[in-house]
């Protein structure tokens, strides 16, 4: 974590800092103060995550104090509570456990202070407003995606951690579409702790053992088990030749799909959500109702009003959109993915 003295530093040069716990930042109902707890900075989306959510809060002419829980659950609720000393008008969290979260947004709670989930839901204690990923959507574009190459195919699920409202969300959408459809023969079907890479990278393997190389798709969960999956599968000159499926569109993961061996990725308009919950936030911290459009659903305690942010298929296809119109500024290059002066985009 930052010293207040780099802190202080890089709040100079607009990057995200944390104030001074001595002196609470000023705001008012024009100029709310909305504290953000952000899960982690070791994976890159979260930088774009929040960089969505500044530009936001400049527009609405809110402040943003920010702490990065680095993944460890109770520095994330001591982070908090650091925050909450602070007087923020709202709060955007995060979390790094979905059950132990539960007792940060009472504790917000407590201090008068409205919660806006972010991305991750909050199953022990009911969020005022939740912006997430269209989970389901995910896993039907994934699934679909399979079913469209090989009707009656020989399909692999590698699942995300099983601990983690995202992968319950996607798999529920592979049992109603794939686990379901008679029509489809299912080798593996499992869960990978902690969305590792080297576990995806073994089950690819062993699957492959077991099936004689037999296999048509890997319905892959996210980008880093597809990485592993590709891994596998160029071991036994496969690539190109079996569906993999990823989430996050990663630059390594639109590489090997312009190369055809990674079939499709799902994209998740970050701007979209960052906008969506600092507007979410500003409006609870004015006691007005977000305006942003939302559906109903039940985290475990109770039904949150909820924006469901756009997701899109990125196959080889879109793939020149996407990354000269679709991807935020700074997450690829053409060369990145195809090669120095190699593109073929326009």
Not at 129 to 144: D, I, P, T
């Amino acid at each position: 974590m930052q010293t207040w003295k780099t802190a202080a530093a890089c709040m100079a040069f607009g990057v995200a800092a944390v104030a001074s716990l001595s002196a609470p930042a000023q705001a008012d109902e024009k100029h709310p103060l909305i504290a953000v707890a952000m899960k982690t900075q070791v994976q890159r989306r979260w930088t774009f995550d929040y960089a969505a959510m500044e530009r936001e809060a400049k527009a609405q002419g809110a402040k943003l104090i920010v702490q990065w829980a680095n993944d460890d659950p109770t520095l994330q609720a001591s982070q908090v509570e650091n925050l909450l000393s602070q007087q923020p008008d709202a709060l955007i969290i995060v979390p790094v456990d979905s059950q132990a979260a539960g007792r940060i947004v009472n504790s917000a709670h407590s201090s008068g202070v409205p919660v806006v989930g972010y991305d991750i839901g909050v199953s022990t204690a009911k969020l005022d407003y939740f912006v997430m990923r269209n989970n389901n959507l995910v896993g039907e574009l994934q699934a679909k995606g399979a079913l469209a190459k090989s009707p009656k195919g020989t399909f692999a699920l590698i699942k995300g951690d099983p601990g983690n409202d995202v992968a319950q969300a996607i798999s529920k959408q592979y049992d109603a579409l794939l686990v379901k459809n008679g029509n489809v023969k299912i080798v593996f079907n499992q869960f990978v702790g902690g969305w590792d890479s080297k576990a995806a990278l073994s089950d690819a393997e062993n699957v492959l053992s077991a099936q004689n190389d037999k296999v048509d798709a890997f319905v892959t969960s996210n980008d880093g088990m597809a990485l592993s999956v590709v891994q596998a599968l160029k071991a036994r000159n496969l690539q190109g030749k079996v569906y993999v499926s990823g989430l996050d569109a990663e630059p390594a993961n639109l590489q090997l799909i312009a190369q055809g061996m990674q079939t499709m990725s799902v994209w998740t308009d970050l701007d979209e959500a960052g906008s969506a919950a600092v507007k979410a936030a500003v409006a609870l911290a004015r006691k007005q109702k977000p305006s942003v459009a939302t559906t109903d659903i039940n985290l475990g305690a109770g039904a949150v009003p909820t924006h469901l942010v756009n997701v899109v298929a990125v196959t080889q296809d879109n793939l020149c959109k996407f990354v000269n119109h679709d991807a935020p500024r700074g997450w690829v290059t053409p060369d990145q993915v195809y090669g120095a002066g190699k593109s073929p985009c326009q």
